[in-house]
């Protein structure tokens, strides 16, 4: 479906485009094909499009009269989940998105959203392209907020001697969605970068302006992300350090155990040799001399690692 604006939004069909009026459309892949060459896309971007890529960094291509590039989408909330794919034909007062992989129809509702934000007196393709891509950025903030509250509550369990068994694959998965996140903004990064280039002329220079806030907003968000992530990393390394310090704790409590009763050993050896000339041999209250005297060696001990703060 393709429609034109200008006073109002007007449904068109291919052969009705016209350069004058800002012309957005939405199609499936299966489609292209179709009108590809007549809009004068050339057959690599075609047949790229018929395929969901599975990266974030596919490139921005530029063309003397077109750009294309391929966008995959992630939801926030549901990072580990099915991604969007859609591709981008962008022409002079022209937009054009291509459903390689929106299921849900949720990509197209953002972009037929796009469309209707402005105006269409004052619609302009900058205005569009801010408005499609902010819709898609939309709900990060909050959802960086949350995942900042969230990692501050795991360095309070490390404090708190409160975590679990897996605590450890709990920040992989963080730092796994983090990584996720990253990706997909560099990916918008190098779509807003090549825009604001404009090499081959596509865009109102003074329109520009609006692709460049949007460059800034995706920028704040790498960087809450990396933010995030560099805090995921020292808390990994916190915990790190809280493992050791217990297993460290650990060896201390068994080295001063040992320490307190290895002088039983001695006695034992000692008076293991069965020396007939020992003067405790023959005497009956040998046994419970020894008795005696190995608790009193452990108390002594003990008394003295307690003093010396060894336990």
């Known amino acids: 479906m393709f429609y034109q604006i200008n006073e109002v939004l007007k449904s068109i069909t291919i052969d009705e485009i016209d350069e004058s009026y800002i012309t957005a459309g939405y199609i499936s892949a299966d489609r292209l094909d179709e009108i590809g060459s007549v809009l004068g896309f050339s057959q690599s971007t075609i047949d790229s499009c018929k395929v969901a890529n599975k990266h974030f960094r596919s490139g921005v291509e530029v063309y003397d009269d077109y750009t294309f590039t391929e966008l995959r989408i992630i939801n926030p909330n549901d990072i580990s989940g099915h991604n969007d794919c859609v591709a981008l034909y962008i022409k002079k007062n022209f937009i054009l998105v291509v459903d390689v992989e929106d299921r849900d129809n949720s990509t197209r509702d953002k972009f037929m959203s796009a469309v209707r934000k402005y105006p269409y007196s004052a619609a302009t393709l900058e205005k569009i392209i801010y408005a499609f891509f902010d819709s898609l950025i939309a709900n990060d903030f909050e959802y960086i907020e949350d995942k900042g509250v969230e990692v501050t509550e795991l360095d309070e369990d490390v404090l ?18 983090l990584l996720t996140l990253h990706n997909y903004y560099e990916q918008l990064l190098d779509i807003t970068d090549a825009f604001e280039e404009n090499e081959n002329d596509i865009f109102e220079t003074d329109d520009l302006r609006y692709i460049a806030n949007l460059g800034l907003r995706i920028t704040r968000l790498r960087e809450d992300t990396d933010s995030l992530s560099s805090s995921v990393t020292h808390l990994q390394d916190a915990y790190s350090s809280f493992l050791d310090l217990k297993l ?5 409590v068994f080295t001063v155990i040992t320490s307190i009763f290895f002088p039983l050993t001695l006695i034992v050896g000692w008076y293991g040799m069965n020396f007939t000339s020992m003067p405790e041999f023959g005497w009956k209250y040998g046994y419970v001399y020894v008795i005696a005297l190995s608790v009193l060696v452990v108390t002594v001990l003990g008394i003295i690692g307690k003093k010396k703060k060894w336990f």
């Open 160 to 177: 708190k001697e409160n975590t679990g068994t897996d605590f450890n694959l709990e920040l992989l998965t963080v730092k796994k969605e």
């Open 248 to 252: 460290n704790h650990t060896m201390k």
